[in-house]
T-cell receptor, first 114, second 113 residues
């Protein structure tokens, strides 16, 4: 069964450094999402992406964040200058089209900012 | 905007007991979708079920069952004869189709042998 993959599974970085989290959505999916889960808290929406542009973003998704689909398969989340409070699990998700509402989640990347 | 409330923060049961996890949702949309996800200690989000707002039929899948009641805006999840492997955090979520999912805060279920 096709699945969403994410790399790396765990990333440790120092405050102020840039990080790029990578996701490979299911190949025929058209809508892509990033969510964040701070340890012990609920899963929160960051951004959605469709047709090579951001379709919606939350208040969390400020100027430090950006997303890109550089090559038609990868979907990346970049944090320009990480802060301690960016430490969280980051989940990528995708759906095929507007008739298919189940969001397929990747296994997540645990980001630790020290 | 949607809102999902899971009032139970933590539940602890003894193996083989039945347990119900509560979920109350708020939405102004006439078409919406409700979900349950399981998050085991390994951290991934495991999809369990999706219901749409037009289908109030209850659903059973093995030891899992779901009770959707629009009159009370609830979508509760029952595990029958719980097992230690059911120990996890369970999230209820909602959206209006391809819109972002709105999650509840989750209920941590501990099943004790």
């Amino acid at each position: 069964e096709p699945e969403v993959t994410q790399t790396p599974s765990h990333q440790v970085t120092q405050m102020g450094q840039e990080v790029i989290l990578r996701c490979v959505p299911i190949s025929n999916h058209l809508y892509f999402y990033w969510y964040r889960q701070i340890l012990g808290q609920k899963v929160e929406f960051l951004v959605s992406f469709y047709n090579n542009e951001i379709s919606e973003k939350s208040e969390i998704f400020d100027d430090q964040f950006s997303v890109e689909r550089p090559d038609g398969s990868n979907f990346t989340l970049k944090i320009r200058s990480t802060k301690l409070e960016d430490s969280a699990m980051y989940f990528c998700a995708s759906i095929r089209d507007t008739s298919s509402y189940e969001q397929y989640f990747g296994p997540g990347t645990r980001l630790t900012v020290t | 905007a949607q809102k999902v409330t899971q009032a139970q923060t933590e539940i602890s049961v003894v193996e083989k007991e039945d347990v119900t996890l509560d979920c109350v949702y708020e939405t102004r949309d006439t078409t919406y979708y409700l979900f349950w996800y399981k998050q085991p200690p390994s951290g991934e989000l495991v999809f369990l079920i999706r219901r749409n707002s037009f289908d109030e039929q209850n659903e059973i899948s093995g030891r899992y069952s779901w009770n959707f009641q629009k009159s009370t805006s609830s979508f509760n999840f029952t595990i029958t004869a719980s097992q230690v492997v059911d120990s996890a955090v369970y999230f209820c979520a909602s959206n209006s189709g391809n819109t972002p999912l709105v999650f509840g805060k989750g209920t941590r279920l501990s099943v004790i042998a």
